[in-house]
């Protein structure tokens, strides 16, 4: 009994001195810790229990003299005691009522805003990765001349997806006949929408070139769906902590980002159940912490949701706050997809459903 009551207190002085390290980011002091958080101790007391917590690999003190701050194994204990916090704070809940709904059939732009919404809530780098959403197409093709030769092409599809291309032609386009092709790509997509203008002779083979290699690029895109679609935000918001000011730490942290197998590897953690994973401090990235959570649609799991930052982190604000996000973003996102009747493919799944659309041939003499 008189263990278990001192490995309580322990536990006590631990993490009320994480989460004064959290706040400060400053070694923390025996006489701060009683001062700030624990007034019913003594510092001899404290000390005594930070002696003991440091034997315990749990604290370390930079200077003989000095405060203690947290080690890794100690921020993992304090995240493991964390996951189990419920309560959402209620600026947290309001903010994301206001800011979380997702009103059109646009699901790219709707998943973009999401991820927005939750970097600008938490002050952290975000992502969310999706399923492929079926029964797409193309909406619109935009030009933009870049020289002579090459052409910028931008399509745009009905769930608000852009893709773009540079694409080579045989002369340079004058601006004007870049934006007479776009009239005509439009007739194309949207025969009874649109007013056309006729083409000189020059540009017709040019455009019907074009069509045919833009359609069957995004065929091919739709067709070879290998990998997640992930949608990131608030990179810049990780240099807002002074540990990112290390160029090192912070390239190394924005590649778990960037790299498609650590995202792929980073998800299949993730899915191996609905509660929130985390990851704090792995051997290339010391100073960071991965918080991800699975999301489910049609009472499947097809994503992940994740946050990006170092360990000095408010964790126990974070869970109920990703938790909450995580309910909120299935809701929305499973209105969209009944009332619209459409269907999900994830990169392991067959292709079961052929884009519309509208090819011809064309030889000119």
């Given at each position: 009994?008189?263990?278990?009551?001192?490995?309580?207190?322990a536990?006590?002085?631990?993490?009320?001195?994480?989460?004064?390290?959290?706040k400060t980011?400053?070694?923390?002091?025996?006489?701060?810790?009683?001062?700030?958080?624990?007034?019913?101790?003594?510092?001899?007391?404290?000390?005594?229990?930070?002696?003991?917590?440091?034997?315990?690999?749990?604290?370390?003190?930079?200077?003989?003299?000095?405060?203690?701050?947290?080690?890794?194994?100690?921020?993992?204990?304090?995240?493991?005691?964390?996951?189990?916090?419920k309560?959402?704070?209620?600026?947290?809940?309001?903010?994301?009522l206001?800011?979380?709904?997702?009103k059109?059939?646009?699901l790219?732009?709707?998943?973009?805003?999401?991820?927005?919404?939750?970097?600008?809530?938490?002050g952290?780098?975000s992502?969310i990765?999706s399923?492929r959403?079926?029964?797409d197409?193309?909406?619109e093709?935009?030009?933009?001349?870049?020289?002579?030769?090459?052409?910028?092409?931008?399509?745009i599809?009905?769930?608000?997806?852009?893709?773009?291309?540079?694409?080579?032609?045989?002369?340079?386009?004058?601006?004007?006949?870049?934006?007479?092709?776009?009239?005509?790509?439009?007739?194309?997509?949207?025969p009874?929408?649109?007013?056309?203008?006729?083409l000189?002779a020059?540009?017709?083979?040019?455009?019907?070139?074009?069509?045919?290699?833009?359609?069957?690029?995004?065929?091919?895109?739709?067709?070879?769906?290998?990998t997640d679609?992930?949608?990131?935000a608030?990179?810049?918001?990780?240099l807002?902590?002074?540990?990112?000011?290390?160029?090192?730490?912070?390239g190394?942290?924005?590649?778990?980002?960037?790299?498609?197998?650590?995202?792929?590897e980073?998800?299949?953690?993730?899915?191996?159940n609905?509660?929130i994973?985390?990851?704090?401090?792995?051997?290339i990235?010391h100073?960071?912490?991965?918080?991800?959570?699975?999301?489910?649609v049609?009472n499947k799991r097809?994503?992940?949701?994740?946050l990006?930052?170092p360990m000095?982190?408010?964790?126990p604000?974070?869970?109920p706050l990703?938790?909450?996000f995580r309910?909120?973003?299935?809701?929305?996102?499973?209105q969209v997809?009944?009332?619209?009747?459409?269907?999900?493919?994830?990169?392991?799944?067959?292709?079961?459903?052929?884009?519309?659309?509208?090819?011809?041939?064309?030889?000119?003499?």
């Open positions: 009994m008189q263990k278990e009551k001192r490995n309580k207190r536990l006590e002085v631990l993490f009320s001195l994480i989460e004064l390290y959290l980011g400053k070694p923390i002091a025996s006489n701060t810790l009683k001062d700030e958080s624990l007034p019913h101790l003594s510092s001899a007391t404290i000390r005594n229990y930070c002696a003991e917590l440091e034997e315990g690999g749990l604290l370390e003190q930079m200077h003989t003299s000095g405060g203690r701050v947290p080690t890794v194994e100690a921020f993992r204990l304090f995240a493991e005691s964390c996951s189990l916090t309560k959402i704070e209620p600026k947290d809940e309001m903010f994301f206001q800011h979380l709904e997702f059109t059939v646009e790219q732009r709707s998943l973009e805003l999401a991820v927005e919404a939750l970097s600008e809530a938490t952290l780098a992502l990765t399923p959403f079926d029964q197409f193309i909406k093709i935009r030009l933009f001349v870049l020289d002579s030769t090459r052409l910028l092409s931008v399509i599809t009905q769930f608000s997806v852009c893709y773009t291309d540079i694409l080579h032609i045989p002369k340079k386009l004058s601006s004007f006949s870049a934006k007479r092709i776009e009239t005509f790509f439009q007739s194309k997509l949207q009874k929408e649109v007013i056309l203008e006729e000189t020059e540009e017709l083979p040019i455009a019907m070139q074009l069509y045919q290699e833009i359609s069957l690029r995004f065929m091919v895109r739709y067709a070879n769906f290998t679609e992930v949608h990131k608030g990179l810049y918001r990780l807002n902590f002074t540990e990112f000011h290390d160029p090192a730490l912070l190394s942290t924005l590649s778990l980002m960037e790299n498609p197998a650590k995202v792929h980073m998800i299949q953690r993730t899915m191996r609905d509660q994973s985390f990851q704090i401090a792995d051997p990235n100073q960071t912490t991965v918080l991800s959570i699975p999301y489910r049609q097809v994503g992940a949701i994740a990006f930052g000095r982190i408010p964790y604000r974070l869970f990703l938790n909450h309910n909120l973003f299935e809701k929305q996102l499973d997809i009944r009332a619209n009747n459409i269907s999900l493919r994830t990169p392991e799944t067959t292709l079961e459903h052929n884009p519309t659309l509208f090819l011809e041939s064309y030889s000119h003499e």
